[in-house]
């Protein structure tokens, strides 16, 4: 098609645009429904398969989409030959995407099958276009069963995807093995000695006896010990260590109770003989 009178449904499918003398031939003939042709381009030797549009081109002349064209070799101008065909419904078809943007579909099958709806047949070796967001997607038709050209209006079938070109698989790091730690039977502690030193009295008078400074109590406490091997990303959770037990005995600061009204007792009463 001349430029500034592309037609996008023709270009975003698998179909041609003919004149009207071949829609007059072709009836004359009773060919099967749908109609099918095959594509041969005789100075290139290189053939493909398509199915009709419209019969409103003019007379002589054949519209067909620029991706065609690519696989047939054709510039504008250029004789192509163009044949009615019966081709058998597809069961299996297998594409390779030309890019690795491809992959960045959410979902390519949803895709593909929704683009395929503006095509009548596939062949094997071809190269097809499909648009998808504003932009055009190539793949090659690797394979088709069951025979190199299929038709696929109102079929069922199965669709699977090759690795697009140039893609590479992404290279797995091998996972650091964290290394076994001995257990550790001890833990660095430190004695705090709580309220050290000695009060007074804010009236100035000197402290009564039950106001006397009590007793430093001394007490363990454990430290930190810090991991210099400590990887970013990784958390380890030690339960090989050992709860800390008390290593000062507990001194016993309660004040001595003093005895009071020692001695023995007795009765006022006289006992009865």
């Not at 270009?11 to 009836?27: F, H, V, W």
């Not at 004040?255 to 023995?264: K, L, N, T, W, Y």
Request: negative net charge; charged residues 30%.
């Amino acid at each position: 098609m001349l430029p500034g009178n592309e037609r996008q449904d023709v270009e975003n499918g698998g179909k041609i645009i003919m004149p009207p003398s071949a829609l007059d031939s072709l009836t004359r003939l009773n060919v099967e429904y749908p109609m099918l042709f095959k594509l041969i381009n005789n100075k290139k030797a290189r053939t493909s398969h398509a199915g009709v549009l419209e019969f409103v081109a003019d007379e002589g002349k054949c519209y067909l989409p620029y991706w065609m064209m690519d696989n047939l070799l054709l510039e504008e101008g250029d004789i192509l030959t163009i044949e009615s065909v019966s081709l058998p419904v597809a069961k299996f078809s297998k594409f390779q995407p030309h890019s690795t943007d491809f992959l960045d579909i959410t979902n390519p099958k949803a895709v593909l099958e929704n683009a395929l709806r503006n095509f009548a047949c596939l062949t094997t070796g071809d190269v097809i276009a499909i648009k998808y967001n504003k932009k055009v997607y190539e793949l090659c038709v690797l394979e088709t069963k069951p025979g190199n050209a299929v038709s696929i209006i109102e079929c069922d079938m199965n669709v699977e995807f090759e690795a697009p070109v140039g893609y590479k698989e992404p290279t797995t790091s091998k996972k650091v093995e964290p290394q076994e730690e001995m257990p550790q039977d001890h833990v660095m502690e430190e004695v705090v000695e709580t309220f050290k030193g000695s009060g007074v009295r804010l009236d100035g008078k000197k402290k009564k006896d039950n106001q006397l400074d009590a007793p430093v109590i001394k007490k363990i406490l454990a430290r930190g010990v810090p991991d210099y091997d400590y990887q970013f990303g990784y958390l380890k959770f030690d339960r090989t260590i050992k709860p800390i037990s008390d290593r000062v005995a507990e001194v016993d600061t309660s004040p001595a109770v003093q005895e009071s009204f020692q001695g023995e007792g007795f009765s006022m009463k006289k006992s009865r003989k």
